[in-house]
């Protein structure tokens, strides 16, 4: 951009440039945001003014738009933050009160969260929270605006969302304990030809817990039954139907029904903290950061490393 001044610029303009991109032309952008053809492209021609360079060619009498090398460079650079950022007010325009969405996967929603709502509730007493248990498509969540924060146990590595580490957690073996004597540790490849309870495809602890157990046994575990979080998962083995691999904050140490083996060989399970990063300074955001850090920092061993 020739003017490197920092300018102001109507979100407006960018919306009508998105949306003549999306659909190919002026007539079709103009159709979804209500207003004439004239207005759409003034809209532009705006846009290219403060941009200091043209950015959409239209040939006369042609209905297709073309991008000038100027104009992809900047569509490129919009990429998905505008989507989650109109996404957003379109959803707070509509709203009367105020409304945190939150995704949390199953097993650190049961386990933490009455505690972390608490906490939260103590600065943030009249907003609404929508939570979302989801594990697998919390990354997509986040990307197309339907969630505003999440917990999850992947890190996406993108720009339009923030996220910080809370800690992290070891895995552990469970199974039932009248599977053996009192006081006796089963080898791992006594579990080989036992039927193994485990996550839904594409959860983070399902697909940690097969490629360690593939090593063990040089052969893929007899999956028998898929749950979708860890409460499930330890209910189904204190019933005897099988093992599972949890994490080791799910059942007790003295459970007098499910046996546990921690894995001590198994890399540790990282968990995310992450926020829409146009909602940085939201007030909200910042209370439910600090609980979630507050009430998982004693359970979750801190990992300086990503």
């Not at 339009?160 to 552990?172: D, F, K, N, S």
């Not at 006594?190 to 495809?201: D, L, R, S």
Request: proline share 4%; aromatic share 10%; hydrophobic share 40%.
């Amino acid at each position: 951009m020739p003017d490197k001044k920092r300018q102001k610029i109507d979100i407006s303009l960018l919306q009508t440039f998105h949306l003549v991109v999306t659909t190919g032309s002026f007539s079709s952008a103009s159709r979804e945001l209500g207003i004439s053809y004239q207005s759409a492209a003034n809209h532009v021609r705006r846009l290219e003014v403060l941009y200091g360079a043209k950015l959409v060619e239209a040939e006369k009498g042609s209905r297709v738009i073309k991008l000038t090398p100027q104009g992809k460079a900047l569509n490129a650079s919009l990429g998905n933050e505008l989507d989650t950022i109109l996404s957003r007010i379109s959803v707070l325009l509509h709203d009367v009160h105020s409304v945190l969405r939150v995704g949390v996967p199953q097993t650190i929603f049961h386990n933490f969260f009455p505690e972390i709502l608490a906490e939260f509730r103590k600065g943030a007493p009249e907003i609404e929270l929508h939570f979302f248990e989801r594990d697998t498509i919390l990354e997509e969540m986040m990307l197309d605006g339907t969630l505003d924060a999440c917990v999850s146990e992947r890190f996406f590595g993108e720009a339009v969302v923030t996220q910080t580490l809370l800690g992290e957690y070891r895995l552990c073996l469970v199974y039932p304990r009248d599977w053996a004597n009192e006081n006796e540790n089963l080898d791992i490849k006594f579990f080989t030809t036992q039927p193994f309870i485990t996550y839904e495809p594409g959860q983070t602890i399902r697909s940690r817990s097969v490629d360690f157990l593939g090593e063990c046994f040089n052969a893929p575990p007899k999956i028998t039954t898929s749950a979708s979080g860890s409460t499930s998962v330890a209910r189904l083995v204190e019933a005897g139907i099988g093992y599972g691999i949890v994490p080791e904050w799910s059942v007790k140490d003295n459970d007098p029904k499910v046996a546990k083996l921690r894995l001590e060989s198994v890399q540790p399970v990282k968990v995310y903290f992450g926020y829409s990063t146009f909602l940085e300074s939201n007030e909200y955001i910042r209370l439910l950061s600090n609980a979630c850090n507050q009430v998982m920092k004693s359970t979750l061993s801190k990992d300086s490393s990503r």
